[in-house]
């Protein structure tokens, strides 16, 4: 996927319009968006994602979250992003669910999307293409299926999400395969793997099962293991040799017997030799079968006598003659129903050769051929028709070309009246364009000043506040400055006098003190000290040399502190001046409302602009309006005379028309004359002949079939009476037979 052009409205941190050439790159595969924090970097990421799916690149943030908090409520939030695969380009628009201050119900969320592979791409496209899916949910759909992603596999292959890659790369293998399979399209191979562990497991159920029916099976054979199992069938087969050896022996009976039947034969010549036969081997072959089933009664079968195939020799004797007899019968029957069908069918070809039949055939021949003796005339008929129909056509055709030539005249003349009115109009709307353009050269001169009164305002309360800041910092230096003065006093006090009172202590009655000399001390320093307190402690309260030094270094400091704070209070004071002195020179030359605040002014201000700038524009087209309206004036009235020829030329055509089409049905009523109504088409005069050729062929056809079946029923006569006459002859020595084989000795 390679993006085109992406366009933002009130989308993010991005109130207006924005739009991303990504064709300006020129091919490059690598470039760098760059911008500070709050720039709108992720933003233009989240719009990529959020065309697509509706989704934005970081899970942190809410589609319905993304309308830009600066943007107009009559603007709405749209992403259109044109992008190309393979070698088709696309177009996504997308718009989410937002509020609008009036409004009771959120706008709710619509996305559309386009195939742009044919549409002209120059500068955008005047044309967005074919209509794919519309629909937020249609829309995400086919990207998926266009794209192979869905958005989470998106934003982790394609579009990593800032601050996220090393959630990318210790994503689970879940997670980590579906994208593969994607990137690598090893769908086939995973479907391979899984059909590979279904068979296995088929496999191995079957395995299971085989060895539970040969545990199974072992337990109904009544033994341990497979070991005992195969013994078993060791002994079964010795046991099959044996019944085998038994069989060959039943085949030695069946061969005594059928030198039984061989006796039976030489005594019973007269009987058909292959009928008999044949029941007799039939009767000797299932007796084998019995014998060979029944392998407990092969002794009784070795001890059986000549007599006993004597008897079922008779017993087959017998049986045989009751089927020849039953056969006569089923031959006299057949006989009768043979000379019934014959008779009839004799009488069916008496019919058919009747006069009355005759003359009926006649008739139908007569009628075909003077149906095919109009052909002709109806030809003739048809073609006046077709003339007539021809000319019928070209009338109608002239007179909606008149018609068409009239109301184009009419609608010529309501253009040409319609294009003059619109261009005294444009003419009009065309005279305001200087007016307008003055109106918003003014206006957008005052909304410059208002919006630079505007951002001086905020400069002049960041410049007051800091000068507060500054008035301040300046008093609480000056209070700590006082008390460290004050510190400094009083540790030099103390020190003063804890030196007093050291010297105090150790004056002496009648010794001259060290600083003035008297041998009187009056008023020594030390009666200062109250009798409660241990003069042993009046040296731990005399402040060091090092403390007292540190004391005016900090006086020091402060002083030097107060001093810059003292330049910085001016330098912000004067700054604050100079803002409020530039506010009072800039002036205000827009009249303020009542109860109007400077932003809603802005507002106010910027819709007077839009709306000189939308007529200076409406002007301006008018003006191009106008060269166009006159061109088409001149072009109309021009159409309107060509119309007005043209109604003249398909007047006349019409009236020849007319005049062809009354000379082409007084032809085809000429030609009707003497044709019956229900043949004058070629159609219906083919169905009558064809109904008539129908008629007679299945006439001529009924006699041949009556003839054909008569031949038939006389042929299927001489048979029945030859089957008749073998059945007899076969009964009566099948009845031989089985009085030759009662009279047998037994």
Request: a negative charge; glycine letters at 4%.
């Amino acid at each position: 996927m390679r993006p085109i052009r992406l366009s933002m409205c009130a989308f993010g941190p991005y109130a207006g319009k924005e739009l991303v050439d990504f064709r300006e790159l020129e091919g490059r595969s690598f470039f760098l968006i760059h911008g500070p924090t709050g720039s709108g970097k992720t933003a233009i990421l989240d719009a990529i994602c959020f065309a697509l799916y509706g989704k934005t690149s970081g899970a942190e943030r809410d589609a319905s979250d993304m309308r830009s908090h600066y943007a107009d409520d009559t603007v709405p939030t749209v992403v259109i992003l044109d992008f190309v695969v393979g070698q088709k380009e696309y177009r996504v628009e997308r718009s989410p669910s937002y509020e609008v201050s009036g409004r009771k119900t959120p706008i709710a969320p619509n996305a559309t999307l386009w195939d742009r592979t044919s549409t002209d791409q120059e500068e955008g496209g005047s044309g967005e293409g074919r209509v794919i899916a519309t629909g937020v949910r249609a829309v995400t759909t086919e990207i998926e299926g266009i794209l192979g992603f869905q958005a989470d596999q998106f934003r982790q292959v394609v579009l990593l999400p800032q601050g996220q890659f090393r959630q990318a790369l210790t994503a689970d293998s879940a997670e980590r395969r579906d994208i593969m399979e994607i990137l690598f399209q090893t769908e086939p191979y995973r479907q391979i793997e899984e059909a590979l562990k279904v068979e296995a497991k088929s496999l191995a159920s079957k395995l299971a099962q085989q060895t539970d029916r040969c545990d199974t099976l072992i337990g109904q054979a009544n033994v341990e293991s497979v070991e005992e199992l195969e013994a078993s069938y060791a002994k079964t087969c010795a046991e099959m040799i044996k019944a085998r050896e038994a069989e060959e022996a039943a085949k030695e009976i069946a061969k005594q017997a059928a030198q039984a039947l061989e006796v039976g034969k030489k005594e019973a010549e007269k009987l058909q030799e292959a009928a008999a036969a044949a029941a007799a081997l039939a009767e000797l072959t299932a007796r084998q079968e019995e014998v060979t089933a029944k392998r407990d009664e092969h002794d009784a079968a070795r001890r059986a006598s000549a007599c006993e195939g004597a008897e079922r020799l008779y017993v087959v004797a017998t049986e045989t003659a009751k089927k020849a007899k039953q056969a006569a019968e089923s031959a006299d029957r057949k006989l009768d129903e043979a000379e019934e069908l014959a008779r009839r069918a004799r009488e069916k070809l008496e019919k058919e050769k009747s006069p009355a039949r005759a003359k009926e055939r006649e008739r139908a021949a007569k009628a075909v051929i003077q149906l095919e003796s109009l052909k002709d005339q109806v030809v003739a008929i048809d073609e006046a028709r077709g003339e007539a129909v021809k000319a019928a056509r070209a009338a109608e055709k002239a007179a909606k070309s008149a018609q068409n030539a009239e109301d184009k005249k009419k609608k010529a003349d309501a253009r040409l009246k319609e294009a003059r009115r619109k261009l005294d109009g444009v003419l009009k709307t065309a005279a305001e364009r200087p007016r307008w353009e003055a109106a918003a050269r003014e206006v957008q001169q005052s909304l410059m000043r208002i919006q630079e009164r505007e951002k001086l305002e905020v400069e002049q309360v960041k410049r007051q506040q800091v000068a507060n800041e500054a008035a301040d910092a300046v008093r609480s230096a000056e209070s700590r400055l006082t008390m460290a003065k004050e510190d400094v006093e009083r540790l030099q006090d103390s020190w003063m006098s804890s030196q007093a009172v050291a010297m105090a202590m150790s004056l002496e009655w009648g010794k001259p003190c060290p600083v003035c000399g008297s041998i009187e001390h009056p008023n020594p320093a030390d009666e200062a000290i109250g009798e409660e307190e241990d003069r042993a402690h009046v040296h731990e309260r005399i402040p060091s040399p090092d403390e007292i030094a540190n004391a005016r270094r900090t006086v020091e400091s402060l002083e030097k502190e107060c001093g810059r704070l003292r330049k910085a209070a001016a330098d912000a004071a004067q700054a604050a001046a100079t803002i409020k002195g530039r506010l009072e020179a800039l002036g205000m030359d827009v009249e303020i409302r009542e109860g109007e605040s400077l932003s809603d002014l802005i507002h106010r201000i910027r819709d007077e602009l839009s709306e000189a700038e939308a007529q200076t524009e409406k002007a301006a087209k008018a003006g191009d309006e106008a060269g166009r309206l006159e061109q088409q004036t001149l072009e109309l009235e021009e159409l309107l005379a060509n119309a007005d020829r043209e109604l003249d030329t398909a007047q006349k055509a019409r009236s020849e028309a007319e005049a062809k089409l009354a000379a082409a049905r007084a032809k085809v009523e000429e030609r009707e004359l003497g044709i019956p109504a229900d043949l004058r088409s070629p159609d219906a005069l083919e169905r009558a002949l064809a109904d008539k050729k129908e008629m007679r062929d299945s006439l001529r056809k009924e006699l041949d079939q009556a003839e054909q079946a008569a031949a038939a029923r006389e042929q299927a006569l001489a048979v029945a009476e030859s089957e008749r006459r073998e059945a007899k002859r076969y009964a009566e020595e099948a009845e031989g037979t089985r009085a030759l084989a009662a009279n047998s000795p037994s």
